[in-house]
């Protein structure tokens, strides 16, 4: 029998996961259209530090979006190990924007 709760639960599933399974291919695709995955993996070390990793270091800090912003648009070196990240100065602010925004919310 379908409480009135359940009903509620079901189509707040059913209307938030779609959304959200859309919006994370979409990251995905933008990730790898710019050449970030040849360097870095939501959950490991690669060339450059794991997603989550830089989600826990910059957890909290308001700023966090702006610094990675800069970070990843003007490269960075010496923050995570020996290994610089190169400049990406192509990619639109837009993009920059949503790419750090997603990287700052991937949890472990
Ligand atoms: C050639 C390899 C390479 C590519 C390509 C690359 N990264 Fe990185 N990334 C690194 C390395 C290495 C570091 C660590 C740099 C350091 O120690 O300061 C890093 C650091 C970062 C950081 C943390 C910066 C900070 O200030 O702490 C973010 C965020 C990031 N990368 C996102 C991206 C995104 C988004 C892309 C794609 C647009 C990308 N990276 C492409 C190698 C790469």
Redesign the pocket.
Same mark, same amino acid.
């Given at each position: 029998m379908m409480t009135t709760k359940h009903m509620l639960l079901a189509s707040a599933l059913l209307g938030s996961f779609p959304v959200a399974f859309a919006q994370d291919k979409e990251m995905k695709e933008l +990730?790898q259209a =710019?050449?970030?995955?040849?360097?870095?993996a939501i959950d490991e070390k690669?060339?450059? /530090?794991a997603?989550q990793a830089?989600a826990a270091?910059?957890k909290g800090q308001a700023d966090a979006v702006d610094? +990675?912003t800069? =970070?990843?648009r003007n490269?960075?070196?010496?923050?995570?190990?020996?290994?610089?990240? /190169?400049p990406?100065s192509s990619?639109s602010g837009d993009?920059?924007k949503k790419?750090?925004t997603w990287?700052?919310a991937q949890k472990p």
């Open positions: +990730l =710019s050449g970030c995955m040849s360097c870095h690669v060339v450059g /530090p997603f830089i270091k910059y610094t +990675l800069q =970070s990843v490269g960075s070196r010496g923050k995570w190990g020996r290994t610089p990240m /190169p990406h990619l993009d920059l790419l750090t990287v700052l």
